[in-house]
DNA sequence: GTGAAAGCGCTAACAC
DNA sequence: GTGTTAGCGCTTTCAC
């Protein structure tokens, strides 16, 4: 399965046309010390030249490949977009580029092959892997994670205040007189109690802010379907309830999305009036849609993503204590929660 | 799946555990001729138990990475799910994985990028790099390209037919009814006349028909800004004119979905009849939404993300004769242009 | 069927 | 300041 590559121009090419060694080359490549500014001028113009460009693979044997890997949980996700336009941001004018692995299947198959020397290090987005397992990952490249509420020794986290934006739904919704409020999250190994995910904490809150509001026995907690697919079955279900909700708190904006299709959808059908309240979780783009129009919690996906980026950087640099960033929240109310 | 600490495990440590040579562990590894059972099973029991996993950077600058390129212009584009979920599709069960390379720039640097030895093949989107200099890039590396509707000699293509869709659309607005019939689209630098991009395929054929209805004086282009913001303004433009259009058929649903947004926005504002239809393009998620219900061109965007994985894989394994694909386009009605 | 050995293109010590 | 050299981990003839 051998492919023939058109043979490319290499280091040793650019030396021997510049009429120096592949160190000198290698050095003004990488800004290295101790090259003469006339030796720095001649190479660089033979580079010009000859069109040549390091290779990618050779470089990341030797020492770097200049490549972060960003696993990315599911491609059609919409926060996805910010956290990885913050990354883009983050290493913009840097040597790194950005590149997204989609995890086909079990993150922890991902998040190896990224390890497996294409980059440099590793910012990943999986609740579902073991701090073990990670910090064991850690010890071979650097490590960012993002929305995890643990604090591990050897990577960093990034996540969201999700207490403090959890909080701030449910008191804005119990504040608008909604006391039959559902929670529409993802399947349950996403949200284990205490496993620290993003989804386990907000679905806590929900609980307890519930339990505080004396409205424990309305607790209702709908799931999306394990493989993956939307949340507009689940939402359906809960308005199908003998008692449905009048207010529905999903984990997230996409599934948000969903509950107001499923709402819309009940509306057509049964023709009931549309007084089911909907709030989401991130602030995607679409929710400012005047169609859309979704209460949701800004946690700044892109500022997330650019302090993952930076704090990668910074590992690549040589820090290796752990940093832990808490992005603040902020509800933003439209007219899906409106009276 | 255990990871060892520190240095990480080499094809020699596994070679020496199992009192085999490292090219007999190669062997193994990649199905190789010549190789005893008993071999093959000691090999590989020792690679399960030292966790041994093949560096990608050696494998790579030596043979193959085991690794496509995607590369994508913009994350945000609802329609790069298809296609990133047709590829990932494709490539399950072989040893090839996909990544992901955000364009953060001109084009041009991104699939350089990525040829630099970084994956095996590229599969790309990318309107606005020149044929010649992609033909070049192929003769480097097996190339795919989505959406050009050139025939060039070295590198496949995978498009929809444009020519149809965009037809099938402008038909079902004439013949609701709709004279003043608008489009939105891209930049002018992805629409130049012949460029062979869909969005200026797609602004001919409108051009086209508005004609052939004796319409020519009632063509209205607007585009989205440059920067890569959203065509909400455009279309709120558009909205503006003394005698507005009656209907906006969009270049795609992002777009089309921006001209929902602007259209809600001037029935709020000014209180009008929600008169306008809207129809987009790709067939999207969001399209079939209930609040959303667009009208748009279902191009099969899976099953042309899946071709063009597919595609590059056969390149892989040898063929080295040009194919172009043409996925079929199936026009959805809803009733965003419900008369 | 199996192993020794020669690189792939680059970087990093260490000479000079 | 510049060049020489020894690998990084793997694949691949080519002997045995």
Not at 53 to 78: C, F, K, M
Not at 134 to 159: C, I, W
Request: aromatic share 4%; hydrophobic share 45%.
């Amino acid at each position: 399965m051998s492919i023939r590559k058109g043979r490319s121009v290499t280091i040793s090419d650019v030396a021997e046309a510049a009429g120096v060694s592949r160190a000198a080359v290698s050095k003004v490549l990488r800004n290295a010390y101790g090259v003469s500014p006339g030796m720095r001028q001649r190479v660089e113009s033979t580079i010009e030249q000859l069109g040549y460009r390091p290779s990618v693979a050779a470089r990341a044997l030797r020492g770097s490949s200049y490549r972060l890997g960003l696993e990315i949980p599911y491609t059609g996700a919409r926060f996805m977009t910010q956290i990885v336009e913050g990354a883009k941001r983050a290493v913009a004018g840097t040597p790194y580029q950005i590149i997204l692995a989609p995890a086909d299947g079990p993150e922890y198959d991902t998040l190896e092959s990224l390890a497996d020397g294409l980059v440099d290090g590793i910012i990943a987005i999986s609740p579902l892997v073991d701090q073990g397992w990670l910090e064991d990952l850690a010890r071979r490249v650097p490590v960012v994670m993002l929305g995890r509420h643990d604090t591990p020794a050897g990577y960093d986290t990034v996540t969201g205040d999700d207490h403090a934006g959890a909080r701030a739904v449910m008191e804005h919704l119990l504040s608008l007189g909604h006391r039959r409020i559902a929670h529409l999250t993802e399947p349950e190994n996403v949200t284990a109690p205490g496993s620290g995910t993003p989804h386990s904490v907000r679905l806590e809150v929900y609980r307890a802010c519930m339990a505080e509001a004396g409205l424990a026995d309305q607790i209702r907690v709908a799931r999306r379907d394990v493989s993956g697919g939307d949340a507009v079955a689940a939402a359906a279900a809960l308005l199908a309830l003998p008692e449905p909700p009048t207010a529905i708190f999903a984990g997230h904006d996409d599934m948000a999305v969903d509950a107001l299709a499923a709402v819309a959808r009940a509306v057509a059908v049964a023709g009931r009036d549309k007084t089911v309240a909907v709030a989401g979780y991130d602030n995607t783009d679409l929710a400012a849609h005047p169609l859309i129009d979704l209460t949701s919690v800004d946690q700044q996906g892109v500022e997330m993503g650019a302090q993952a980026a930076t704090m990668l950087l910074e590992r690549l640099q040589g820090r290796s204590e752990p940093r832990h960033y808490v992005a603040a929240t902020q509800l933003r109310i439209r007219s899906s929660t409106a009276l």
